[in-house]
């Protein structure tokens, strides 16, 4: 699994632009991912804040994460905005049958693919060496494209989560 989606990103958003990711509770098909980007591209085309557009990047990464950038370098983020985002991701959920706002589901890559387990099963699950410290997982907590580059696919051992498991990571 080829885990280098930063060439992808935006270069000339600034770094401090907002990230939202959001992931899905199981892939999405080669079908619907067409389908989701498209849904996403003309998302960006008309985002606006109170009229102002928002220079804005989509996409679907690894068939579970919807990520989207605001260059806030452009124009602000606000209330409005972030609204308008909600509404897109409840439509997507709404089209596809898939839930993208479930917090106790967590992603790792494991045997080179994108696996979610459910918070609860960690600790059992780093008992058995299924998962280890240096299990690569998705911290979907970032804020910015800067955390995006350097610390969405992170170690186990590296993420918040590994606070709240057994001391072994």
């Known amino acids: 699994m080829?885990?280098?989606?930063?060439?992808?990103?935006?270069?000339?958003?600034?770094?401090?632009?907002?990230?939202w990711v959001y992931q899905s509770n199981r892939a999405f098909t080669a079908k619907e991912a067409v389908q989701v980007e498209e849904f996403l591209k003309n998302f960006t085309k008309k985002w606006k804040d109170h009229g102002s557009p928002i220079e804005g990047y989509a996409n679907l990464f690894f068939e579970h994460f919807i990520v989207l950038i605001a260059n806030e370098k452009v124009a602000r983020v606000g209330v409005f905005s972030t609204n308008s985002i909600m509404k897109l991701i409840k439509s997507i959920e709404k089209n596809f049958q898939v839930e993208l706002f479930d917090r106790l589901m967590h992603a790792f890559i494991i045997q080179n693919r994108v696996k979610?387990?459910?918070?609860?099963?960690?600790?059992?699950?780093?008992e058995k060496n299924f998962i280890t410290p240096d299990t690569l997982y998705f911290n979907n907590t970032i804020l910015t494209k800067k955390e995006l580059l350097s610390n969405w696919i992170i170690p186990l051992k590296e993420s918040w989560l590994s606070k709240r498991t057994h001391d072994e990571t």
């Open 2 to 19: 080829d885990i280098n989606f930063q060439g992808q990103i935006p270069g000339h958003f600034n770094d401090n632009s907002r990230v």
């Open 116 to 126: 979610l387990l459910p918070l609860a099963a960690l600790n059992p699950l780093i």
